[in-house]
């Protein structure tokens, strides 16, 4: 019988982690099938994957199931992984083959971690956590629950990143210290391009080089 594993998202997110995960998981699990989940899918495939309704996958007959949400929000992907978890699914946790991973880094449960990128010596990251494509995070940086970063996003050593967070493309975050971190909020958002030197509060948008402020919840 067939492990089934489920991409909830099938979305521009989704078609880049699924091809990953199918190239990483060719050799070590034969058997497996991978396929989109979406809440009203209009296509009954995409990209040659099978494109299911949650009940649908939850109901498919398979040895096992797992899944992993790629959706950039993090509060969609934290109800939607919640869901998922509720009706009994493994959560997968995944570093991309291609990726760099140094010494002493954790992990938290669901964290996906794209090809190209990199997770520097003693990072620690969160559940939940969506590093994009060319993304780093690097030494000693702490991150909370449901971090997202996206393509080209350079954290620098000893950074904390709250829950939450949104870090954009091309991003670019100062190097901390043990005993002064860069702080990033809870729920803060960095625009793409940001060039950020200070911390930034929980809840702020910042942009810009320098980065400032652009609103606040």
């Not at 989940?37 to 939850?58: K, L």
């Not at 991973?101 to 520097?120: C, K, M, R, Y």
């Not at 939450?164 to 958002?189: K, V």
Request: with cysteine; proline share 4%; glycine share 12%.
């Amino acid at each position: 019988m067939t492990r089934l594993i489920g991409v909830y998202g099938a979305g521009g997110c989704g078609r880049v982690v699924l091809p990953f995960l199918r190239d990483d998981l060719r050799d070590s699990a034969p058997n497996v099938e991978l396929v989109f989940i979406e809440d009203h899918p209009v296509n009954a495939e995409i990209n040659g994957h099978r494109v299911m309704s949650f009940a649908a996958f939850h109901s498919e007959d398979a040895e096992r199931k797992s899944f992993t949400v790629a959706i950039a929000d993090s509060r969609t992907r934290q109800r939607l992984s919640e869901t998922c978890k509720a009706a009994g699914m493994d959560w997968l946790t995944h570093v991309s083959q291609r990726a760099l991973q140094l010494d002493g880094v954790t992990l938290g449960e669901g964290a996906i971690v794209s090809p190209f990128a990199t997770l520097g010596s003693n990072a620690k990251v969160g559940k939940g956590f969506l590093g994009d494509i060319y993304s780093c995070v690097n030494h000693d940086c702490i991150l909370g629950d449901w971090v997202t970063l996206a393509p080209y996003a350079n954290v620098n050593g000893n950074v904390h990143i709250g829950d939450h967070a949104y870090i954009g493309s091309g991003a670019l975050l100062r190097q901390g210290s043990a005993d002064h971190p860069l702080r990033i909020g809870d729920g803060a958002i960095v625009g793409m391009g940001a060039v950020v030197t200070k911390d930034v509060p929980a809840g702020t948008t910042v942009v810009g080089n320098p980065a400032r402020v652009l609103k606040r919840d």
